[in-house]
């Protein structure tokens, strides 16, 4: 049984993580698709899941090497990567074509995650203190729900919605008080008129967010979220007051939209003139002023924002998957996140 089980977890972890490791990386659709990409919500929620994925499978590694918990680990590790291969495979998929187009079916594991600049290894000593505490909590930490990828993905996709949702009450709100008193009413039908083409996918996203918010374990109120979110939209640019009626009436402020698939990118010479609305124009690691509330920051980035005193980590599991695991939206959704 350990034979068989080790056997497997190692072929699960080596196929995601050495297959045609020494293969050449496809070239980039564009030197820009490197790093994060906070201009696209559903790419930056399938870069931080794949980071989940990554770092998991990091860690199933490395406790093969831990005789004490190799046959746990092996179990644990074989169990959830069946339960959620499909969304692995999707998250695979979708990032393969964000950074290397026509020639998707080339990368491996290994060229999406240098794409993202993601650590090849733990650095921690097979019978070193660290991993085997961390390999000891590794099957109980799985079983969590804040592991279960499927869900975070949808969770990811009704906290895109609501981010759109929460741009178009606060921006509208704050540049409506902003016109003179006679040049009130057109704005304010103007987004009477988005409130309701975006009535029925705003209570969908609504619902989908509180359950799947409860379903993730994710620490936190979502009234606490939505307050935040709000809150960061309360002060438009008048550049973004300017354009906001254009704004509400393009396919940019749809909700249908705000979790959409990243456009293909167009030829360099045309790109700035045929970009349509919700456009990767770049990937950079400073966050714009439209990025959604749900951005990832990586880890090791020496642009990251500061973040609030965290309590210490139930288990050492947790203290290295926050290596490759960053949710903002749960500061956000605390109180010392306010």
């Not at 339960?83 to 080339?106: R, S, T, V």
Request: glycine content about 4%; hydrophobic content about 45%; aromatic content about 8%.
């Amino acid at each position: 049984m350990r034979l068989r089980q080790s056997a497997l977890a190692g072929l699960l972890c080596g196929a995601m993580l050495a297959a045609h490791a020494e293969t050449p990386a496809p070239p980039l659709v564009s030197n820009e698709r490197q790093g994060y990409a906070f201009e696209f919500s559903r790419v930056l929620a399938e870069q931080r899941l794949f980071g989940i994925a990554h770092g998991v499978s990091l860690l199933a590694t490395a406790c093969l090497d831990s005789p004490a918990e190799a046959d746990a680990a092996a179990e644990a590790y074989t169990r959830w990567y069946e339960q959620q291969q499909i969304q692995i495979d999707m998250l695979k998929d979708e990032l393969a074509e964000f950074y290397f187009g026509a020639h998707a079916a080339e990368a491996s594991w290994s060229h999406i995650a240098e794409a993202l600049k993601l650590r090849t290894a733990l650095g921690l000593a097979p019978d070193s203190e660290k991993l085997q505490a961390a390999c000891a909590s590794f099957p109980e930490a799985l079983r969590q729900p804040r592991y279960d990828l499927g869900a975070l993905f949808q969770l990811e996709a009704a906290l895109a919605g609501m981010t759109v949702a929460a741009r178009a009450e606060s921006y509208s709100a704050a540049c409506a008080a902003r016109l003179p008193e006679a040049q009130r009413p057109a704005l304010n039908a103007r987004y009477a008129e988005w409130q309701q083409r975006e009535a029925e996918a705003l209570a969908n996203a609504e619902a989908q967010m509180r359950v799947y918010w409860q379903s993730t374990a994710t620490p936190g109120k979502v009234e606490d979220w939505l307050k935040a979110t709000k809150k960061r939209y309360a002060t438009p640019s008048d550049f973004a007051c300017a354009e906001l009626p254009t704004w509400l009436g393009s396919r940019s402020s749809s909700l249908a939209q705000s979790f959409a698939p990243a456009p293909p990118t167009a030829p360099a010479a045309a790109a700035a003139e045929s970009a349509p609305d919700n456009t990767v124009s770049a990937v950079s690691n400073a966050q714009p002023e439209a990025a959604p509330v749900v951005a990832a920051v990586p880890a090791e980035s020496a642009e990251a924002p500061p973040q609030p005193p965290e309590a210490a980590p139930a288990n050492l599991f947790d203290f290295v998957m926050r290596l490759f695991d960053e949710r903002p939206y749960e500061d956000a959704a605390s109180q010392s996140g306010k």
